[in-house]
């Protein structure tokens, strides 16, 4: 297996970077050092998209491509859950639930967007188009009981529609649904219970239907089922693993990239990576009857990853923009940018980016003070005072690269007392620096916490001035954090070493907050200039070839 009809390299144009887009017709894995795990990526016209998973994190974002090397986002699905429960309006209450592998269909001109909850269970949405506007979230009508997830919608050639769905855990059945889309309609039928899959892909070709999943467990792997009969009985392939490369490289979408070439887009499987699941790019095809992934430098029929030690040639697709999804934004327009994502269903009245045109403002609300539980894994998330996780509109996006400066500027004029603001890291565990006011007095702080309640601060000098310039360093999935009173000389503050975790199945995020404590009230604002993430990774706006 090779690269097919994927094109070759050209001249440089732009600096090569650790990964992505190297500027010279080839790319490094992954292509996106970003935490957009579970990806569905999917062909409309000339060009690509792909949804990921943000699970409580608002809401699912749509990233658009013209060579599957550089994303930039164009939309979301959904703005809030709110139709999916009351939990999602409070911090705290339904971490680490919310959206998990969700899969995009098309059928008779619609786009249909479907997902499942573990905790909260199916609903959908549909679009004309796939940047949107996607309709209001509906919950899928169904009395199949168990816990599921992996969603995948099928429509055959008669125009029956069917939903692949994966036990949690337990085996890949298959269900009808109504001719509406909206209900399943059967108790299904167990399709794949020889491995312990993870998100199906179903594609139908040359009288076969193709049944792609991945492999859970110790080593993950991507394999393909086929049979005459959607039913079944089903015979498998092996197709990809990373084991030889030390990837979890597995659960993705084939994709047809036209004049016979195909490529698989992928994340890689590390559920505990404060990275979070990175997205991978493999050239694919067909041979003999089934899909071919990646590169077989052993002739043993099962691919292996490529662009990993050396950079690799991209597909034969018109270039694009170099962009590696949106890191930064200068807050210069009216709306946020679609990278952006709230923690819990946001509250428009406490923010705004015309209050004061070209920063974004954060109003501070008090602490939500209602105990709740993360999905996975089920751990108490326990209300304590001044306790980042049960702030009100946090604002966060994902942290970009293995190497990452992420710093803003701050106005702190307006702020009250009680209140506190600035930048943050944000999963499970988190860090801040920024500034508390109480008793009329405003001080620097560093804090640390967990789902446990806050594990730590360190206090810096008292303000004079209004505003305050705030960095953190993020090198190896550890950090360190820094203000400076001048934009020019930084001090550090709290902890020179702090080695990130996670375990909500999602990375590290970074963002901007604005809090009030809880037995305070509404009222007083952060004003942010700009939040600019310095990564090791390919510059949005550099030249291609």
């Known amino acids: ?81 709110a139709r999916l429960s009351p939990d999602f309006d409070s911090p705290g209450k339904a971490y ?18 479907y997902n499942w909850s573990t905790r909260y269970r199916g609903f959908m949405s549909t679009a004309r188009r796939p940047e949107g506007p996607w309709t209001p ?27 692949f769905l ?32 993870k998100g199906p892909q179903v594609i139908k070709r040359d009288g076969y239907y193709y049944v792609l999943v991945a492999r859970t467990g110790p080593h993950k792997a991507q394999f393909a089922y086929r049979s005459r009969s959607l039913y079944g009985p089903y015979e498998k392939r ?42 991978y790019l493999q050239p694919a095809g067909w041979r003999d009857g089934w899909p071919w992934i990646g590169e077989d430098p052993d002739g043993d029929g099962v691919g292996q990853p490529v662009g990993i030690s050396a950079a690799y040639p991209k597909p034969a697709l018109p270039p694009g923009p170099i962009n590696a999804g949106d890191a930064s934004d200068e807050f210069s327009t009216d709306q946020l940018g679609a990278q952006w994502l709230w923690n819990h269903n946001p509250d428009p009245a406490l923010w705004s980016l015309t209050a004061r045109p070209g920063w974004l403002r954060l109003i501070a609300r008090p602490l939500h003070t209602e105990d709740g539980y993360s999905q996975y894994p089920r751990v108490r998330v326990a209300f304590h005072e ?47 620096i920024g500034v508390a006011q109480d008793a009329g007095v405003r001080r620097m702080v560093f804090a640390k916490g967990d789902p446990s309640g806050p594990a730590g601060r360190a206090f810096g000098p008292v303000l004079a001035a209004p505003n305050v310039w705030l960095k953190i360093e993020y090198k190896d999935a550890r950090g360190a954090c820094f203000y400076s009173l001048d934009g020019v000389r930084y001090e550090p503050l709290g902890d020179r070493d702090y080695a990130y975790t996670s375990s909500w199945y999602e990375g590290t995020k970074a963002g901007l907050f604005s809090y009030k404590l ?11 200039d700009f939040f600019r993430q310095d990564h090791d990774g390919p510059r949005a706006g550099a030249e291609v070839p």
């Open 1 to 81: 297996m090779g690269a097919g009809l994927w094109c070759v390299g050209m001249a440089a144009k732009a600096a090569a970077a650790v990964w992505g887009d190297q500027g010279d017709g080839t790319y490094r894995n992954p292509i996106l050092w970003a935490d957009y795990n579970n990806p569905c990526v999917f062909r409309a016209g000339d060009a690509f998209y792909l949804t990921a998973a943000t699970h409580h994190f608002m809401g699912v974002p749509v990233l658009k491509s013209w060579d599957l090397v550089n994303w930039t986002h164009v939309g979301r699905i959904y703005a809030d859950l």
């Open 386 to 432: 001044d306790h980042l996780l049960f702030a009100r509109n946090t604002l966060v996006q994902r942290i970009v690269g293995r190497e990452d400066v992420i710093s803003t500027r701050m106005d702190v004029s307006a702020m009250e007392d009680g209140q506190r603001a600035g930048l943050c890291t944000m999963i499970d565990d988190y860090t801040w």
């Open 137 to 163: 979230l509906a919950k899928l009508r169904e009395s199949i009981g168990s816990d599921y997830e992996d969603p995948c919608p099928f429509w055959d050639d008669d125009g029956r529609a069917y939903l």
């Open 518 to 528: 809880s037995t305070g009230a509404a009222g007083g604002a952060a004003d942010f």
């Open 238 to 279: 092996l197709l990809f693993e990373g084991r030889a490369q030390g990837v979890q490289a597995a659960q993705g979408s084939l994709v047809e990239v036209g004049g016979g070439a195909w490529a698989f887009i992928h994340h890689d499987y590390d559920m505990s990576s404060v990275y979070g699941r990175r997205v």
């Open 166 to 197: 994966v036990g949690n855990p337990g085996p890949l059945k298959l269900f009808r649904l109504s001719d509406t889309f909206d209900e399943i309609v059967d108790e299904g039928v167990t399709i794949i219970d020889d491995i312990p899959p």
């Open 96 to 113: 680490s639930a919310g959206s998990q592998d969700g899969e995009v269909g098309f059928h008779d001109g619609t786009f249909y967007y």
